[in-house]
């Protein structure tokens, strides 16, 4: 008897080769293929009379072959089999191109049902290359649309899919209990899967869409909280000198009273006994990284190592070159530390750590690698977090005896999400920015301005500015977008036909990190005058000079990502722009796009996009160091977000440990991925 654990290859049709397919996909056992979720739905259910087929329209008829079907050669390379197919209203006349197949799969006198573009006129109907069923998979249906790979098809995967649902559907167990499912609702995780897949009608589906969205979100608050409860068991040392008045002292600036709140919150913490969970959350260019650097100074006059993690190497000699200074003219030594550094330096850096010479070391995820051993690793600051997950956080934790963690993040989120997201972390928002800011001037054009922008690009760059053109990427009908192909011709096409003269280079997410961080070097040293790139550019890298950023099809992103996007400019003293282009004539993308207009507080924005479009985006972008969520991004509302929090809560209260609850405590697990010892 198969199982949920069995090998995919014991599905009918589904041999060496196409389970090493499948395994790019991430599908190994019947369990991974049932859970590999449509990612959208074509709505095949109406049955429509030959009469009433319309030209260029999908659609389904019922019809019988009229008479054997016919096999032509017409060249080399192309054989047509052809057929004539009745019902009661008219006649359809039906080719095949190369599937010779169906000249003896199609017997006449049986009923198929063909699903395709119809063509033709009045009484001559025809169809090319319809499918073909009789038992209803991929016709008269809401048939589900799978991303792919190489050498899955989708007809193939959903007979797949079908035959694992009809093996296993009612051996998967229920991670939401029961009395949850009775108080919200909520139908059985089987008839869910089956739906999702299959669904039976649009109510059906909406259905199966809302179990496992409450599903989703329900153990994803439960494994924060369990976080959350987790930690505050751990004691350690309280800091006794928190005083760092000569730290800001040497500040050439005051710090604002948002960013005194952040370190006073921080120095709380630090002086608790338990170890710190914050998360900083402040706009770009709030200043983040001298609340940082004052937990650090802490940290070491508190006789521990403090530690700084960017997510990328330019990002993390950035903040080397910017604290060093600081740091040592109050007597801390600073070391950095990279995956590009040769074997020799680093050895040397490791040796210091590991005595405790260094007192305070900022890097990249080097930083967490395993031949990386600290005398005493008291602090941990994160900067950046999205790019790190909770797995990441937890990985660095274990290098200390339960150091403090700080979090930075610029990604704002609207006060309401932030318990889910962040439900592990304290947070303390530095909700002002440094004085004397500018606005940086925002415009909303559609794409018939894309000459007038060229020339003032132009005019911006013989000014000494240099601009980012971010062109979002495609997706295609694929498991994994691939980016690089929208930037690297957008940046060729401007190269050849529009900026001969100038400088113009790429990024895209295909690259290696080494060779992102190049390009991004030479940006930063102005050697670059225009930097086309898909999202890469998000993360915090200070191009002062940069003074334009044009965001292509900015309807296409959210609200958020588009304000992180533009607080890449506007970090100098010259005026900065940000023109979003965008053909969506829709009120939807006209409301959002007038947002960024409006406004330049991120956490506005945030709020409005939560507004406009719920929390999809926010749960979405795997930003915030999230599990991966597979359908609550699809579809969820708020009020079902609450809904879930809100049973997560009692069903912890009524019985802390899960003990009565294994299924539930076992998906939370898997959920999050984590050492045994995290969470349990
Ligand atoms: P972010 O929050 O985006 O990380 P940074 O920490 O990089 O921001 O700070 C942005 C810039 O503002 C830096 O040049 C920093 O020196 C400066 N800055 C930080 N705090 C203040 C302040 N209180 N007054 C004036 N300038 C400040
Ligand atoms: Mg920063």
């Known amino acids: 008897m198969p199982d949920l654990s069995t090998d995919v290859r014991y599905i009918k049709g589904i041999g060496e080769q196409r389970a090493k397919s499948l395994q790019k996909l991430n599908i190994h056992t019947l369990q991974d293929l049932i859970a590999y979720f449509p990612r959208a739905y074509d709505d095949r259910s109406k049955i429509c009379r030959i009469k009433d087929l319309q030209p260029g329209e999908s659609a389904c008829v019922e019809a019988m072959v009229a008479a054997q079907p016919t096999l032509s050669r017409v060249r080399k390379g192309l054989e047509l089999v052809k057929l004539r197919a009745v019902d009661e209203s008219g006649a359809l006349d039906i080719t095949f191109f190369n599937q010779v197949y169906m000249k003896d799969n199609l017997h006449p006198g049986e009923t198929y049902t063909f699903f395709g573009k119809a063509e033709g006129i009045h009484q001559r109907k025809t169809m090319s290359n319809p499918i073909v069923e009789q038992n209803r998979m991929l016709t008269g249906r ?88 987790r930690r505050d068991e751990f004691l350690c040392p309280p800091y006794q000198n928190t005083d760092i008045t000569d730290f800001y002292r040497r500040l050439p600036f005051s710090l604002t009273s948002a960013q005194k709140r952040a370190v006073d919150d921080i120095l709380r913490d630090l002086s608790s006994g338990r170890p710190m969970n914050r998360l900083v959350q402040g706009d770009v260019g709030s200043g983040k990284t001298m609340v ?159 000459q007038r922008i060229y020339v003032f690009l132009r005019k911006e760059i013989e000014k000494g500015g240099q601009a980012y053109i971010i062109c979002s990427m495609v997706e295609e009908n694929d498991a994994v977008p691939d980016d690089r192909k929208a930037a690297t011709e957008y940046s060729q096409m401007l190269q050849t036909q529009i900026f001969p003269d100038l400088h113009i280079a790429c990024v895209h997410g295909r690259m290696k990190p080494k060779e992102k961080d190049k390009i991004m070097a030479a940006f930063a040293a102005g050697e670059i005058h225009i930097l086309v790139s898909t999202t890469v550019v998000e993360v915090g890298v200070d191009v002062p000079n940069a003074t334009v950023m044009v965001i292509e099809d900015a309807d296409r992103f959210g609200l958020s990502q588009l304000h992180q996007l533009r607080g890449r400019v506007g970090r100098g003293q010259s005026k900065s722009f940000c023109i979003l282009i965008s053909d969506n004539r829709s009120e939807d993308s006209k409301a959002r796009l007038s947002v960024m207009k409006q406004t330049g507080d991120g956490f506005k924005i945030a709020e409005a996009d939560l507004h406009l479009r719920g929390p999809g985006d926010f749960l979405g972008q795997r930003q915030h160091g999230l599990p991966a969520l597979k359908v609550a991004n699809l579809r969820c509302d708020m009020a079902l977000m609450k809904e879930a929090q809100q049973a997560a809560g009692e069903l912890l209260e009524q019985d802390p440990e899960l003990n009565a609850y294994p299924v539930t405590a076992r998906q939370v697990q898997k959920l999050f991925d984590l050492n045994a010892d995290t969470l349990n």
């Not at 210091?352 to 600051?381: F, N």
């Not at 990985?395 to 932030?418: D, F």
């Open 142 to 229: 809401i048939v589900p649309v799978y991303p792919l790979t190489a050498g899955i098809s989708q007809a193939m995967l959903a007979r797949a899919i079908e035959q694992g649902l009809n093996a296993c559907q009612d051996l998967l167990p229920d991670p939401l209990p029961l009395e949850v499912r009775r108080a919200h609702s909520l139908c059985d995780v089987g008839y869910a899967y089956r739906q999702i897949h299959f669904p039976g009608s649009e109510e059906q589906l909406e259905e199966a869409r809302r179990r496992l969205v409450f599903e989703e979100l329900f153990l994803l608050s439960v494994g924060m909280k369990k976080l959350r409860s």
């Open 292 to 450: 940082a650097a004052a937990a650090i100074i802490c940290a070491v006059r508190n006789g521990q190592q403090a530690a700084l993690m960017a997510p990328t190497e330019i990002l993390a000699e950035q903040h080397y070159r910017g604290l060093c200074p600081l740091l040592e003219s109050m007597d801390v030594s600073c070391s950095l530390l990279t995956g590009a550094m040769p074997a020799k330096t680093r050895r040397s850096i490791l040796e210091k750590l590991r005595t405790g010479e260094t007192q305070v070391v900022i890097g990249t995820h080097a930083l967490i690698s395993p031949d990386v051993a600290y005398a005493s690793l008291g602090l941990v600051v994160t900067d950046e977090q999205h790019r790190f997950g909770v797995n990441q956080r937890a990985a660095l934790s274990a290098k200390g005896e339960r150091p403090h963690l700080l979090v930075m993040s610029a990604t704002p989120i609207p006060r309401t999400l932030a318990l889910l997201i962040y439900g592990d972390l304290d947070v303390s928002v530095i909700d002002e920015l440094p004085p004397g800011r500018q606005k940086i001037d925002t415009f909303a054009v559609n794409s018939s301005y894309r």
